[in-house]
């Protein structure tokens, strides 16, 4: 297969490349990547003698138009994605997220792509009460923040160009997704690196927000299942049944680190700050087989053994990137 992944020196995306080049060793791949402050060539020296790396803004539709050519799939992982910064500026984020959305459509529909496969979030379904319920298929779209906007927007682009011009599509929404590679704003990262730094680990508010966490490895194999097996114009809830807030998160990387739980530090909390998210993954399950096979406690560990061995990685990152506060629904 010929796959055109965009966003793949970002997080998700980097993780997924290493996903393919591990499971699918005969595949094409060309990762698409403008490299901002979250994508780093760095995330792919491990393939990079396996890969086609090109530097691009998928806004650039002249830039992309030949590279689309010839291309299987497309797995469009490329966007904004964090909650605050969206808050401070919305303008990337509508930029990013759906034009270039939307110039990667027209692109896929001109060269008769045989699959557009969109990387969303469960951020579109706006938040859930403390007291249950979790985000399906058939949740309504509820977007509380710039960032999720924008990316219910590219979903409601990708779902158009299905029914409109008969693009073969298919949609994730996941939950929070964390592992290696994760950029040292976010929450897990930002705390584990934070410890082993002797900082503080900021929460916003009480620290009581909920998140479903997914371990990254586990939504990449989510991915390739949908992309090979279901069928077109398919959308999925991908989450990790693993629900903490911000405290409990806290308290586990600690403890897993030997630290005390004085060094957790409560920040003013933001505006419009979701209390809660949750997925419930039973269509993927039923449909296609998937479950999230790494625990949270393993996950975690596996996460900052990880980040113990590859200061190297993370370290020039951390010291020149702006650290934004952490926010609990970020990605």
């Known amino acids: ?9 970002g997080f998700i995306g980097a993780n997924f490349v290493h996903y393919v080049a591990e499971h699918h060793p005969d595949y094409d791949v060309v990762v698409v990547d403008v490299l901002t402050y979250a994508g780093h060539r760095s995330s792919l020296e491990p393939v990079a003698d396996r890969i086609t790396f090109v530097e691009a803004d998928i806004c650039d539709e002249s830039a992309l138009d030949d590279l689309m050519a010839g291309r299987d799939a497309v797995v469009h992982f490329a966007a904004e994605s964090h909650v605050d910064r969206s808050i ?3 303008g990337p984020f509508l930029r990013t997220n759906i034009i270039g959305t939307e110039t990667l459509l027209r692109l896929a529909r001109k060269h008769r792509i045989g699959r557009f496969h969109h990387i969303s979030t469960d951020e579109v379904f706006g938040a859930l009460p403390l007291g249950g319920g979790r985000f399906d298929e058939t949740t309504a779209y509820s977007p509380r923040s710039p960032y999720a906007a924008s990316k219910a927007a590219s979903d409601h682009l990708v779902r158009a160009y299905g029914e409109t011009y008969g693009l073969p599509f298919s949609i994730t929404n996941c939950s929070n997704n964390y592992g290696p590679y994760h950029l040292p704003e976010k929450a897990i990262p930002l705390f584990i690196t934070n410890a082993l730094d002797g900082k503080t680990l900021p929460l916003y508010g009480d620290g009581r927000s909920v998140r479903d966490y997914l371990f990254v ?3 990449c194999r989510a991915i390739d299942l949908v992309l090979h097996e279901a069928k077109d114009g398919s959308t999925y809830c991908v989450g990790g049944g693993a629900e903490r807030d911000g405290v409990q998160l806290a308290h586990t990387i600690l403890d897993l680190l030997g630290l005390p739980p004085d060094r957790i530090e409560f920040v003013a909390d933001r505006p419009g700050h979701d209390r809660r998210y949750a997925i419930d ?3 993927i399950a039923e449909d296609l087989g998937w479950q ?24 020039p990152i951390k010291d020149r990137t702006e650290i934004i506060t952490w926010e609990a629904g970020t990605r």
Do not use: C, K, N, Q
């Open 217 to 219: 490895t586990d939504h």
């Open 281 to 283: 993954a039973t269509r």
């Open 88 to 90: 401070d500026d919305p």
């Open 1 to 9: 297969m010929r796959l055109l992944v965009t966003g793949g020196a």
């Open 292 to 315: 999230p096979s790494v625990s949270f406690e393993e996950g975690i560990a596996a996460t900052i053994a990880w980040y113990r061995e590859h200061e190297d990685w993370w370290r």
